[in-house]
């Protein structure tokens, strides 16, 4: 029973480069959101899907794209690192009274 | 718009003992969810306890119960019975269901310590 799997666990970028966050759900969830974790701010939201297909921007979603071409997958893009994007950053999978994360993956942009 | 408000940035409890971890929000939507998450130290977000806005009674699991009071607007999470394992960051969340979505609002969160 995997639950949400995220990948990597931890990274380190240089300004300018391009990643890609991955994160897969088991429990057949329609609804994935990416947030980012900073000190102090608790969880703000990147983006979000409601269903394959479909994705929305979050809080704050600049500088990150997303794409859902299966229920199960909802990789997070980061176009160009910046500095700024150094965080901690957490998919989730939900449905109704359930939300559950993935272990998050610690990013740093050097 | 949705906002959750945690006022307590730490609290501090003796084995044993219950707490209580506050957690006020703001919505005008009647439809909404409330979602507790432990964080230790080793990052995961951890669910806790679940209410909805339309529940008759307090949600409960094990030791973790929410009190719900919908005039105050507040989802209060007692601890009962404190361990050294509960030690950790505690963050309350709502969930907004306007527009289809299901985003999920968090608090600043609480850091918990649980003394010996």
């Known amino acids: 029973n995997a639950g949400v799997t995220q990948t990597p666990k931890f990274q380190v970028l240089k300004t300018g480069q391009s990643m890609t966050l991955q994160c897969a759900q088991d429990?057949?969830?329609?609804?994935m959101s990416w947030y980012r974790q900073d000190p102090g701010m608790g969880l703000r939201l990147i983006h979000y899907?409601?269903?394959?297909?479909?994705?929305d921007q979050g809080e704050v979603p600049n500088g990150y794209n997303v794409s859902r071409s299966t229920t199960e997958d909802f990789p997070l893009r980061l176009l160009s690192a910046a500095p700024s994007q150094t965080s901690v950053y957490f998919c989730a999978s939900s449905t109704g009274q359930e939300a559950f994360f993935g272990q998050g993956t610690r990013l740093t942009v050097v | 718009a949705q906002k959750i408000t945690q006022t307590q940035p730490g609290m501090f409890v003796q084995e044993k003992e219950a707490v209580t971890l506050d957690c006020t929000y703001d919505t005008s939507d009647p439809s909404y969810g409330l979602f507790w998450y432990k964080q230790p130290s080793s990052g995961e977000m951890i669910f806790l306890i679940y209410q909805g806005s339309y529940d008759q009674q307090n949600a409960t699991e094990g030791r973790y119960s929410l009190n719900f009071q919908k005039a105050r607007k507040s989802a209060n999470l007692v601890i009962s019975a404190s361990q050294l394992g509960d030690s950790a960051m505690y963050f309350c969340?709502?969930?907004?269901?306007?527009?289809?979505?299901?985003?999920?609002?968090f608090g600043k969160g609480t850091k918990l310590t649980v003394n010996p």
């Open positions: 969340a709502m969930r907004d269901y306007q527009g289809g979505s299901e985003k999920l609002v």
């Open positions: 429990m057949n969830h329609e609804y």
């Open positions: 899907s409601v269903g394959a297909g479909i994705t």
